[in-house]
């Protein structure tokens, strides 16, 4: 059998510590490994797998669209990447889409509109207030906006034009606001830095805030917008709109696409001003029109929401029993269970054993972002599975 780890090894660029299994197989909330072993799937791609693996209403966009056309650019017409573009126009309170493909790259194309905006309309303000812990992709520009020391400090110097601030402190984006402020970007739930939820009153309090200077508000919903936090975008449990919204992750049920979305009063960018070769490819936006309309039409949110209730339920009792577990946060499908140790990777590996993936999202906490079809039956056995590994591991 071909040894996919020690190809890693010896070929691979080593950035990331990957968790010691092949997957090669997935199908709804599982995956296969290169042995034949199976496992539930509570990572999901990383938050991407909205409606599981090779969902077939994906399956079969991907498969139809790709026999038929594979990539024309965006300097032409082609109906998936315009089907997709109404689809989120006319689901959303956006008027303008553009489409690329990658979180990071959406963020880009949200803040150049946002430098646009600057300097037509603001007197050439250019500085976007972005918060500690937040994670925006790891470009240099959006190494910047991540207000993440260690993951800043390799790279300095950083391109400059991003103020990193206290989340949920509305005092500190008043205070670093100024004439060269053009947008605050923020994410409503922080995703990578820990799964932090925003106090019930920020978002609305930083969107008052934006409103009173005119300057502009980006949510940062690459993980937590389609769906995964029991709404279709995240921002709607607050009831506060930003101007500009980024997707990606989920957008395309497990293919590469992503997408900045803008009001039309600041939808500023104009001739020349963007493009991206594989914008709009005809394969992924099919998969992403697919995606979005099964999301819509089956109310996958709203089973997000359920059953995200019904897990941190079952989580809360592991938590009454496990005196080592010293919270349990999150929204819908996107959850954290932190420890008062360093005892992720431990947890991982262990789960990795009893058949379940979750994600070491800090060295004292996991993450849990499974599909968004799941039942309580995968819930019920995922929380078997937690169970058991945290009973041996509190031996
Ligand atoms: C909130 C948020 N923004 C941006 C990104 C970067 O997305 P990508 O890895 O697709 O560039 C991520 C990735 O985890 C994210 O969670």
């Not at 669209?65 to 032409?76: A, F, I, K």
């Not at 790279?155 to 205070?175: D, M, Q, S, T, Y």
């Not at 696409?257 to 914008?279: D, P, Q, R, Y």
């Amino acid at each position: 059998m071909v040894n996919y780890q020690e190809i890693d090894k010896k070929y691979y660029m080593q950035t990331i510590v990957r968790d010691p299994v092949t997957i090669v197989k997935g199908k709804g909330a599982r995956v296969w490994d290169d042995t034949g072993k199976k496992y539930l799937d509570f990572v999901g791609g990383l938050a991407v797998n909205c409606l599981g693996h090779c969902h077939p209403a994906v399956v079969k966009a991907v498969k139809n669209q790709v026999g038929t056309l594979m990539q024309t650019s965006l300097w032409y017409y082609s109906p998936p990447f315009l089907q997709l573009a109404e689809l989120l126009v006319t689901n959303s309170p956006f008027q303008r889409v553009f489409i690329c493909n990658s979180g990071l790259e959406a963020n880009e194309g949200a803040v150049k509109l946002a430098r646009r905006y600057g300097a037509l309309k603001l007197g050439g303000a250019y500085e976007v207030i972005t918060a500690f812990n937040s994670f925006h992709g790891r470009s240099l520009a959006m190494t910047a906006a991540t207000g993440q020391k260690h993951i800043q400090d390799p790279f300095r110097p950083l391109p400059v034009g991003f103020v990193n601030v206290e989340f949920n402190n509305i005092e500190a984006i008043k205070k670093a606001t100024t004439d060269k402020t053009c947008a605050v970007m923020l994410e409503v739930v922080q995703a990578e830095g820990g799964v932090n939820i925003p106090a019930d009153d920020y978002l609305k309090k930083v969107r008052d805030w934006c409103d009173a200077k005119g300057i502009l508000l980006i949510f940062d919903e690459v993980q937590t917008g389609i769906g995964r936090i029991g709404k279709l975008f995240g921002y709607q449990l607050w009831g506060v709109e930003p101007d500009v919204i980024t997707l990606a992750k989920g957008l395309g049920g497990g293919m590469p696409i992503a997408a900045f979305m803008a009001k039309e009063k600041c939808a500023v960018l104009t001739l020349g001003e963007h493009n991206a070769t594989f914008g709009g490819n005809p394969v992924t936006s099919a998969a992403a029109y697919s995606t979005v309309k099964y999301l819509i039409e089956n109310d996958v949110p709203g089973n997000a929401m359920k059953i995200g209730k019904y897990l941190m339920e079952k989580l809360g009792e592991l938590k009454q029993k496990y005196s080592f577990i010293t919270d349990v946060r999150g929204r819908g499908l996107l959850i954290a269970v932190e420890f008062n140790k360093d005892i992720s990777k431990q947890v991982v590996l262990v789960c990795i054993e009893n058949s379940l993936l979750v994600n070491r999202l800090k060295p004292n906490a996991i993450r849990l972002i499974p599909p968004l079809i799941i039942g309580n039956q995968e819930v019920d056995e995922a929380i078997g599975i937690l169970d058991r590994v945290f009973s041996e591991i509190s031996k």
